[in-house]
């Protein structure tokens, strides 16, 4: 039976964690700080870490500093909700084997922990009938190994060179990119760097789509592999083509702003807009045109679902909304907080909101949100929600 220890300084986190792991058939080992977990790690052995980044006494970083410079090299997965590239990237150069951003689905963790722990079996899908098989490594030269290799946001794989050049004028100058033109360079760039996103024109020539698509997982296994096409007439239809075989999404050609303005709240920026810990969730602001706000809500609007989800499996009675930061738009936050609302009452949870007078004011204008508790810092609104 694998064992499988958990460092948080969030119990409900260590439960949920525990809980499915559990289901896995895992043992399953605890500690709340990354200081606990080396002293318990000179007594025992494990055969994965899940860890934290931010604990008190020790972070995650520090004990996978203190893991390392030991000579330990158990695999670790990192659970973070900081999206920021500096963060991952010292995290890997440390050897982490994969990390996953919190808030995370259920389905995600488990993957995730039975690649970890070769738990999960499968073969790579069928190339289709007239495509050509990329000649591929062996799983063996695959991206266990992090170390000292460079950090990248987007790999683009595309055999037409104005493909890369358009992305780059519409990516943020943060976000880093690579291009190369061919299936065995994408193979070659991902042995020898770490990416988030692996963009793939879906026509390469002469290459089986699909091989390709399982083979840059296994050399990269955190990152998104997403296909590049024109738009096709049925969208629906065809993400679920190219996830079939084994890719994350679609991008459709030709790029405009608003295309990659979605794709990097989607990838880089998404947890910036909503972060939770334990019971409490945080609103990020928005800093984009007006006329991009509606998607600000709408994003905020798709990640409150999972967050729900996770703080009413741990059995907490009420959720902390804080608002301090996040950008009140007169009609569309009250119709955001009336369907967290109306989400959290068919779970059996509270809705509580933290916001200066403001937050009060806008609540109380509208009938399905007047109710709705509001307080002036965090610490009281959890302190009522517990």
């Known amino acids: 039976m694998p064992r499988v220890m958990t460092v948080d300084d969030s119990r409900a986190v260590r439960t949920i964690i525990a809980k499915q792991l559990t289901a896995l058939g895992c043992e399953v080992e605890e500690a709340e700080d990354g200081k606990a977990a080396l002293d318990k790690l000179q007594d025992i052995a494990v055969d994965l870490v899940l860890l934290d980044v931010t604990m008190p006494v020790m972070d995650g970083p520090a004990m996978l500093a203190g893991l390392r410079q030991s000579g330990n090299r158990t695999p670790v997965i990192m659970l973070t909700s900081e999206a920021k590239r500096s963060v991952i990237a010292e995290a890997l150069k440390l050897g982490i084997d994969d990390y996953i951003l919190k808030p995370f689905k259920p389905e995600e963790l488990a993957e995730k922990v039975k690649k970890s722990l070769n738990l999960a079996g499968g073969s790579a899908p069928a190339a289709d009938e007239g495509e050509a098989a990329v000649t591929l490594p062996s799983p063996a030269a695959g991206a266990a190994t992090t170390e000292g290799k460079q950090f990248i946001d987007v790999l683009v794989v595309d055999d037409m060179e104005n493909v890369a050049k358009r992305l780059r004028a519409l990516l943020p100058s943060h976000v ?32 089986s789509a699909a091989l390709l698509s399982t083979q840059l997982k296994v050399l990269q296994p955190h990152a998104a592999v997403v296909a590049l096409a024109l738009k096709p007439p049925n969208t629906a239809q065809f993400v679920s083509e190219v996830q079939a075989k084994g890719f994350a999404d679609a ?5 405009s702003p608003e295309t990659m303005e979605d794709f990097v709240q989607q990838y880089f ?21 007006p006329e991009r706000m509606e998607r600000y809500f709408t994003r905020l609007d798709s990640l409150f679902p999972p967050a729900l989800e996770t ?44 916001g200066g007078t403001d937050v009060k004011k806008l609540l109380g204008g509208y009938e399905e949100t007047k109710g709705i508790p509001c307080f002036a810092d965090t610490t009281s609104a959890k302190a009522q929600a517990a």
């Open 251 to 255: 991008l459709y050609k030709p790029f």
């Open 176 to 207: 880093t990119l690579h291009a190369v033109m061919s299936a065995q360079a994408a193979l070659a760039a991902c042995k020898e760097r770490v990416c988030r996103v692996i963009l793939v024109d879906y026509d390469l020539p002469d290459v």
């Open 311 to 354: 703080i009413a499996a741990a059995c907490f009675e009420g959720v902390v909304v804080d608002l301090s930061q996040a950008t009140l738009h007169p009609e569309r936050m009250p119709r955001l907080l009336a369907s967290v609302s109306s989400r959290c009452s068919n779970m059996g949870l509270r809705v509580l909101v933290v």
């Open 269 to 289: 920026d998404k947890q910036d807009l909503l972060v939770r810990e334990d019971n409490l969730v945080r609103l990020g602001s928005f800093n984009g045109k």
